[in-house]
Antibody, heavy 122, light 106 residues
Framework: EMQLLESGGGLVQPGGSLRLSCVGSGFTFKNFPLNWVRQAPGKGLEWVAV????????DYADSVKGRFTISRENSWNTVFLQMYSLRAEDTAVYYC???????????????WGQGTTVTVSS | DIQMTQSPSSLSASVGDTVTITCRAS??????LNWYQQRPGKAPRFLIHTASSMHTGVPSRFRGSGYGTEFTLTISSLQPEDFATYFCQQTRFSPTFGGGTKVDFK
């Protein structure tokens, strides 16, 4: 069974930093793009970032560009989201999601983790 | 960014009903439109990709259609487990989601 498991969420003060991790299993991790998608309390889904299979290409939502960095370590089956300069509006459940196709996100995101909660508050 | 607009934002239905959710893109996205289901407190579940292709294991009562800027998700013979929130997503460009449609009990 394909699975993703996030960790690293917590309470952080505005302006602070946090690093999220997501470990994949049940599929050939190095062959697929990985995404972070977030959901603020009571709100819809917002795509945050994507990294391609070998880590050479990344893309970010405008709302996090310059503050968040996505990376991956395929030997550990892990993708990371390093978050800096956190704001109250970054408060959300953060999901890791696997691209459904090796070449990118064109065919959707077929496997999702259970999410990890980030709260930015003083 | 491509804006995705879903309608209605919520609807009430009964078990056995057929419901239709519409998703419109601010510009053409070809067929790069996906649908997800989310139950309260759970992660999204992948239903349909490229407008009309059902993901593995998704019941045949879910059907997607459309091209360009207008897409629909139809759920026939609504079952109790189908009461949830549904999101569309375009992946022609950097991904963006619709605002969601909550399907609840009438």
């Amino acid at each position: 069974e394909m699975q993703l498991l996030e960790s690293g969420g917590g309470l952080v003060q505005p302006g602070g930093s946090l690093r999220l991790s997501c470990v994949g299993s049940g599929f050939t991790f190095k062959n697929f793009p990985l995404n972070w998608v977030r959901q603020a309390p009571g709100k819809g889904l917002e795509w945050v970032a994507v990294i391609n299979d070998n880590g050479g290409t990344t893309d970010y939502a405008d709302s996090v560009k310059g503050r968040f960095t996505i990376s991956r370590e395929n030997s550990w089956n892990t993708v990371f989201l390093q978050m800096y300069s956190l704001r109250a509006e970054d408060t959300a459940v953060y999901y890791c999601a696997k691209g459904n196709w090796a070449s990118g996100n064109q065919y959707g995101m077929d496997v999702w983790g259970q999410g990890t909660t980030v709260t930015v508050s003083s | 960014d491509i804006q995705m607009t879903q309608s209605p934002s919520s609807l009430s239905a009964s078990v056995g009903d057929t419901v239709t959710i519409t998703c419109r893109a601010s510009q053409s996205i070809s067929s790069y439109l996906n649908w997800y289901q989310q139950r309260p407190g759970k992660a999204p579940r992948f239903l349909i990709h490229t407008a009309s292709s059902m993901h593995t294991g998704v019941p045949s009562r879910f059907r997607g259609s459309g091209y360009g800027t207008e897409f629909t998700l139809t759920i026939s013979s609504l079952q109790p487990e189908d009461f949830a929130t549904y999101f569309c997503q375009q992946t022609r460009f950097s991904p963006t989601f619709g605002g969601g449609t909550k399907v609840d009990f009438k």
